[in-house]
């Protein structure tokens, strides 16, 4: 048997593990997001001690945190870029992993890696394009366009976007960059600070979910204009709250207000717009990276 490893990093934790896509880990330990060195050698670590205990990795797949530099022909591919989170400015990821452990790297941004499960594995299997969303301590998304993950410039940053505040939403926004983009005023910390009460403590008859559903709807809609995703699908925690999906999808098909050919009916539109198929789609992604990394050059 053939194995790889995956991280999925994240801002506040990170899960290593080692197996292979689709598959129950043959090991798997949570690590939480401290300073950059050490946490690569928490990391590192949890990998040679499998590789000791007869676990050894072809290839290391990392969906990471972001912003990332994800050009192969730049000298700091692999690295964090500009985070808010400073002490991982300029963080050579991709490198310290693959040197440590000798192994091939392939790196993505955590949401892409999570579209890319998703696309080949899970709810949005044969549905291209697609989108992957996550909704939570931020908003950040990923998408697969005929195969292959989105990447340009740099790579998408879907939960940036600017969006209309709603006539009756007094909030101003909590991004530190623009305010009221979309994830100012839709993530988990914004749902917070405009109501005064975290998102778990709101009763599901709150105006708060009403007001939530229309601003994902409205992020949604524009990338179905961007796009055309074939399959939206809404991840993170935000997302999980009782009855939220359904109340996206009828929000985006009123926002649409049939203009599109496809999706045009609430049916269609709660086709696109779909709950993640997969349990930890960032963790399946960084596998599904270290299978397509198998045979490249070290870094
Ligand atoms: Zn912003």
Partial sequence: ????????????????????????????????????????????????????EGLPVRALGVGCFGPVDLDP??????????TPKLRWQGTDVAGTLGRALGVPVGFDTDVNAAALAEYRLGAARGLDPAVYLTVGTGIG???????????????????????????????PGSCPFHGSCWEGLASGPAVEARWGRRGQDLPLDHP????????????IVSLQMVLSP????????????????????????????GYLDRPRTPTEWAD?????????????????????????RIA
């Avoid at 708060?208 to 992020?219: M, P, R, T, V």
């Avoid at 696109?272 to 299978?291: M, Q, S, T, W, Y």
């Fill in 1 to 52: 048997m053939e194995f790889y490893g995956a991280v999925e990093a994240g801002g506040t934790k990170i899960v290593a593990a080692i197996g292979k896509a689709g598959e129950e880990p043959r090991a798997l330990e949570r690590i939480p997001t401290t300073d950059p060195g050490e946490t690569l050698d928490r990391i590192i670590g949890f990998f040679q001690a499998r590789v000791s």
């Fill in 73 to 82: 022909a730049s000298p700091q591919w692999g690295f964090i870029t500009s």
């Fill in 141 to 171: 998304g990923g998408a697969v366009v005929n195969g292959r993950l989105l990447h340009g410039a740099a790579h998408p940053e879907m939960g940036h976007m600017l969006v209309s505040r709603r006539g009756d939403d007094a909030f």
């Fill in 208 to 219: 708060a979910w009403d007001l939530e559903a229309w601003y994902l709807a409205q992020g």
């Fill in 230 to 257: 074939r399959a939206v699908i809404l991840g993170g925690g935000v997302s999980e709250v009782p009855g939220l999906i359904d109340r996206v999808r009828s929000a985006a098909a009123s926002l649409c207000a």
């Fill in 272 to 296: 696109v717009i779909r709950a993640p198929g997969l349990k930890i789609p960032g963790l399946d992604g960084a596998f599904l990276l270290a299978e397509d990394a198998a045979g490249s």
